[in-house]
DNA sequence: ACCTGAACACCGTTCAAGT
DNA sequence: ACCTGAACACCGTTCAAGT
């Protein structure tokens, strides 16, 4: 059950390491999504869900929370790949969620946007670790992004406006500062912005 | 060149769509990633850009301009996919960046927020169109969303206090409304979370 | 010079057969 | 009843050989 450090993970792979044909792993799991799922919960167990929220500080637990989730998932790109299209429900997971949602109540966020906000948290998280792991797997990714890059420093002014005014700001920043500031702006937009349909209040 | 509507795009099945064998393809193209790249940029022509932007409606353009790219490529699972891992170059792919970061300008949004943002409303934006049609297109990804939705209405709330307390909210919404908020939120977000490193203002 | 058949090295999943 | 070898139906990518 205990799986290991191994990168991309696969039924044939994991069969192999296991000494058995690949047939065999689906007495325990249904496809290769469930497996994912089951494992990813297995590494969720290491993440660090301090539950005392020191008072005015809930938006820095936050991000840190989702930081270790990304870092989690940053070393097994594969696994992030699914979870993008997957949710998994294992017992750590859920756990991650009554955290993320624990903090957003923390700093008084209404029920609906603090639940519809857990759900993109998760999905920026998932998705920022997913990218970040494919660039550094894959040589081709690193590639494509460079592609980009030297497309928006050579875009011509007629054509990109915007683009050419915007300069350098396009590509600047490492990695986590991008991302810390990501999960800040999606923090402050989810605890400022309604959700539809919320009765009008009572007049 | 012009590709036509078909699922599941692989270098295969073009191949033979095409009448020739596999390794002709990369003729054109390095890789799987690339054509999947040069496919989208194609699809993104159909987007509507109208670059006129209502005074005070800057958000809403913002929104709509993003749901009709999600569209796109929710019909397309598989680029939705690649995309994600993998940022595009195109013309029109940039011209896309070009008309987002015109309507954050419009918002009076500062430049390198307006950057950073833009990055992350695409990614958002794949992401919610990658989920989607893996949804759509697999019943596995289906039967897993529906697991961790019994896991959230059966979680004890010994366990998971915060989870039962927000009770039905977890799952309430229809897709598009939660995708709609979930923009509106990112882009407040981005419009007032300052990045980092700017030089405090000079006193 | 340009294209491509055939091969290599992988996948996920199923199912009949074995213990 | 439980497990699994072998097969089926796919992949991406390379490269020697053909025109």
Redesign the pocket.
Known sequence: MGEEGLE?V????LAQELD?????L??YVD???ELHGAILDELLASVDFDPDVPPGRWRDRLVELLFSYAQVLSAHPSLARSVLLLRPSGPHYLRLIDSLLALLYAGGVPARQAAWGVDILLQMATATAAEQGARDQSV?AEGEHEALESALREASADAYPHIVRTGGELVSGAGPERFRWALQSLIDGIAMTPTPSTEAPDA
């Open positions: 991309r696969t039924m044939r792979r058995t044909g690949p047939a065999s689906y007495v496809n290769t999504a081709d």
